[in-house]
């Protein structure tokens, strides 16, 4: 009765506070350059989400001054256009520093005649923004790497189902059996993640999206008729069910990496380093949830508190299930 409970009141919570229930929290920003009708005078474009999209000066390059500002509101994202002149043509080097403190984004701009499409990633100052890089040469694998595989890293911390569903995972199996259940997950997302980047084919998102959040809630429930004894732990079966929602979770992965800015001749080595960094940061989460479980059951506190937390991650997802279907008409 006290679970039945738990997960009611978990319910509730969610209803009443649906921006804690967001799943994908990576908060993406788009910026874009373009020229303007006097020499070195540019504007300089940023849509972020309006939840921290709150108007702040932006940090110029010297010899830089702005001359103007908008801001529209439109569909949970804040656009401004800024009006910039500056004493001389940007340089290598320059950059503007935004005040927003988005996870990633997006730069775009053709100043030069080449069009530049690459992704930028955020810090606690917010984003800095390489103005200066306007033409597009060739990044080395040594710039790459480490650019990927942060936003990987990121996208899977900041991503609440996908870590819902990782975390049923590792309340479902321990020891070998969790490991073959993480890596038919990963297998899955794994191949649906490229196959959807490099466009072979092409998923409404949210459909996909209301797929995933039931996943979470199927797991959830399969977890708990397993820890019960009310369900046997059939492996191959659990094996084949993880490699499908793997799958799916693949697709939301695509979305994310897809926006950002990805250069044609970087697109492989980008999907390769997102990838791995989405691995590195689900097997430290893998390992964090182990140890904690196993200081739990040195407490004898393991088995409540495993079945509480099912509790509350199914409840979530059917949550996040409802909430994205009523959502497919509003967009």
Same mark, same amino acid.
């Given at each position: 009765?006290?679970?039945?409970?738990?997960?009611?009141?978990?319910?509730?919570?969610?209803?009443?506070?649906?921006?804690? !229930?967001?799943?994908?929290?990576?908060?993406?920003?788009?910026?874009?350059?373009?020229?303007?009708?006097?020499?070195?005078?540019?504007? @300089?474009?940023?849509?972020?989400?309006?939840?921290?999209?709150?108007?702040?000066?932006?940090?110029?390059?010297?010899?830089?001054?702005?001359?103007?500002? *908008?801001?529209?509101?439109?569909?949970?994202?804040?656009?401004?256009?800024?009006?910039? !002149?500056?004493?001389?043509?940007?340089?290598?080097?320059?950059? #503007?520093?935004?005040?927003?403190?988005?996870?990633?984004?997006? @730069?775009?701009?053709?100043?030069?005649? *080449?069009?530049?499409?690459?992704?930028?990633?955020?810090?606690?100052?917010?984003?800095?923004?390489?103005?200066?890089?306007?033409?597009?040469?060739?990044? *080395?694998?040594?710039?790459?790497?480490?650019?990927?595989?942060?936003?990987?890293?990121?996208?899977?911390?900041?991503?609440?189902?996908?870590? !819902?569903?990782?975390?049923?995972?590792?309340?479902?199996?321990?020891?070998?059996?969790?490991?073959?259940?993480?890596?038919?997950?990963?297998?899955?997302?794994?191949?649906?993640?490229? #196959?959807?980047?490099?466009?072979?084919?092409?998923?409404?998102?949210?459909?996909?999206?209301?797929?995933?959040?039931? *996943? #979470?809630? @199927?797991?959830?429930?399969?977890?708990?008729?397993?820890?019960?004894?009310?369900?046997?732990?059939?492996?191959?079966?659990?094996?084949?069910?993880?490699?499908?929602?793997?799958?799916?979770?693949?697709?939301?992965?695509?979305?994310?990496?897809?926006?950002?800015?990805?250069?044609?001749?970087?697109?492989?080595?980008?999907?390769?380093?997102?990838?791995?960094?989405?691995?590195?940061?689900?097997?430290?989460?893998?390992?964090?949830?182990?140890?904690?479980?196993?200081?739990?059951?040195?407490?004898?506190?393991?088995?409540?508190?495993?079945?509480?937390?099912?509790?509350?991650?199914?409840? #979530?997802?059917?949550?996040?299930?409802?909430?994205?279907?009523?959502?497919?008409?509003?967009?």
């Amino acid at each position: 009765m006290w679970r039945n409970s738990l997960a009611i009141l978990l319910l509730a919570l969610a209803t009443l506070a649906p921006g804690t !229930a967001m799943a994908d929290i990576f908060l993406s920003a788009d910026f874009a350059l373009t020229r303007g009708e006097d020499p070195n005078s540019y504007e @300089f474009t940023a849509a972020v989400p309006e939840a921290v999209g709150q108007p702040a000066p932006l940090r110029l390059p010297d010899g830089c001054r702005q001359t103007g500002m *908008s801001r529209q509101t439109s569909g949970g994202r804040a656009q401004y256009a800024y009006e910039l !002149a500056c004493d001389r043509p940007f340089v290598a080097g320059d950059v #503007i520093q935004t005040p927003w403190k988005a996870d990633g984004g997006r @730069f775009v701009t053709n100043v030069m005649g *080449s069009q530049v499409d690459r992704s930028l990633t955020g810090d606690a100052s917010g984003i800095a923004v390489p103005v200066g890089e306007t033409a597009a040469t060739a990044r *080395s694998i040594g710039q790459i790497a480490p650019e990927f595989l942060a936003q990987g890293v990121w996208h899977i911390w900041l991503g609440w189902d996908h870590l !819902a569903f990782v975390l049923c995972l590792a309340l479902l199996a321990r020891g070998r059996p969790l490991l073959w259940l993480v890596s038919a997950f990963t297998a899955g997302h794994s191949l649906s993640l490229a #196959i959807a980047f490099f466009e072979l084919v092409r998923v409404p998102v949210p459909p996909v999206e209301a797929a995933i959040a039931l *996943s #979470i809630a @199927f797991m959830a429930r399969e977890a708990l008729l397993v820890g019960a004894g009310e369900r046997a732990f059939a492996f191959k079966r659990q094996l084949i069910v993880v490699s499908l929602f793997g799958l799916l979770h693949g697709l939301g992965f695509a979305t994310a990496l897809g926006e950002l800015g990805v250069q044609a001749d970087e697109r492989l080595p980008a999907l390769v380093f997102f990838n791995l960094g989405v691995e590195a940061g689900q097997l430290l989460f893998v390992g964090a949830i182990v140890a904690t479980l196993a200081g739990l059951r040195a407490l004898s506190l393991a088995a409540p508190v495993r079945s509480a937390a099912l509790y509350a991650v199914g409840a #979530i997802g059917c949550f996040w299930m409802v909430e994205r279907v009523m959502g497919f008409g509003i967009a």
